[in-house]
């Protein structure tokens, strides 16, 4: 009886191997069923904690209710005073930034704001002319997006 090969996102793999990464898949799942493994966190929660951190780590940098605008790059500051247990990675950083500085109430902060902060809270370079446009460009998206959704609700 000749052999019939899967194939898979990776490529062909033998029915013994197969199998054999089925049970793995099983026993993964069993695992995690029994709360013997913890499940993977999702990537929402992962920002979440990496958000709390850098609030409680840079209080005079990071506030959920009233952002200051960052220094350009600010990344590469925060990288310094990762822990060391590796809780926290550099890319779960990049995505808590993300997250943040695409916040309605940071783009009015750059908005409205002239200069940039660091970590500790200092200025360091004004806020330029084209950071200020693609604001005011964002803010004016999202709110034109709220207008028509409302108009969706009033017409049904």
Request: proline share 4%; glycine share 4%.
């Amino acid at each position: 009886m000749a052999t019939r090969e899967r194939l898979t996102l990776k490529g062909l793999v033998s029915p013994g191997k197969f199998k054999e990464l089925q049970g793995k898949i099983q026993f993964k799942t069993l695992l995690q069923d029994n709360n013997i493994v913890s499940s993977p966190i999702s990537s929402q929660q992962k920002i979440e904690e990496t958000l709390k951190w850098l609030t409680r780590t840079f209080p005079q940098c990071f506030n959920l209710q009233n952002p200051k605008p960052l220094k350009r790059r600010i990344e590469r500051d925060i990288y310094f005073y990762l822990p060391k247990d590796n809780s926290l990675s550099k890319k779960s950083i990049r995505k808590a930034l993300a997250f943040y500085t695409y916040n309605e109430k940071y783009q009015i902060a750059v908005l409205k704001g002239i200069y940039r902060f660091d970590l500790e809270g200092k200025t360091v370079e004004r806020i330029s002319s084209r950071h200020k446009e693609f604001a005011r460009n964002k803010i004016s998206f999202w709110n034109s997006r709220k207008s028509r959704a409302k108009l969706r609700i009033i017409s049904n």
